[in-house]
């Protein structure tokens, strides 16, 4: 994929079009510098040269579909407050209630790390098909609300840092 493919208004105007809204002027120098090192951006994440970290409690509240873990977490807290009262009427039914509480939170991790791993897989697929509409502009307008963060042998990077960060080195912030 070169990165002269798609002029820095046409991926500006893009990303205006995710946002639903104008670019402020921090996140346009942010997705300036996206658009600079797109190429080496896409290259390095399909390498696996640039980790990709993703803050799930930010896309679940943004994405319904990856909240599901939500009813495990709810529902563990629920049988835990439960298990407080049914510990001192029978400290045996209290105590398991507490187990299963405990259970049901570990359910609600593995949910939420499921849930993270279909995420990334799906932005790596829109990458991989060089696609830069549903891949890397939705990749970038993620990093430009600080759900995914970058990071390589060389450095790393998540707003308000400059993305070319992850590839230069330099650890310099947008101001």
């Not at 921090?26 to 696996?48: P, Q, R, V």
């Not at 873990?69 to 563990?76: M, N, P």
């Not at 298990?83 to 259970?103: D, Q, R, S």
């Not at 791993?117 to 502009?137: C, D, H, P, T, Y």
């Amino acid at each position: 994929m070169d990165g002269n493919k798609i002029s820095l208004d046409q991926f500006i105007s893009l990303l205006e079009d995710k946002y639903g809204q104008p670019l402020s002027p921090l996140a346009k120098i942010g997705a300036e510098d996206f658009w600079k090192y797109l190429e080496k951006i896409n290259d390095g994440i399909l390498s696996d040269k640039i980790d990709m970290t993703i803050d799930m409690f930010s896309i679940a509240q943004a994405f319904p579909e990856y909240g599901s873990h939500k009813i495990w977490k709810g529902l563990s807290i629920l049988l835990i407050i439960i298990a407080i009262p049914l510990f001192f009427y029978n400290w045996v039914i209290g105590a398991t209630f507490i187990g299963l509480g405990g259970v049901v939170k570990m359910v609600g991790n593995i949910v939420l790390r499921s849930n993270g791993q279909r995420f990334v897989r799906e932005i790596v697929e829109a990458m991989r098909n060089k696609n830069v509409q549903s891949g890397l502009r939705n990749l970038c307008a993620y990093y430009l609300s600080g759900m995914v963060q970058f990071s390589s042998e060389r450095g790393s990077s998540q707003w308000p840092h400059f993305p070319s960060n992850v590839i230069t080195g330099i650890q310099a912030t947008i101001e």
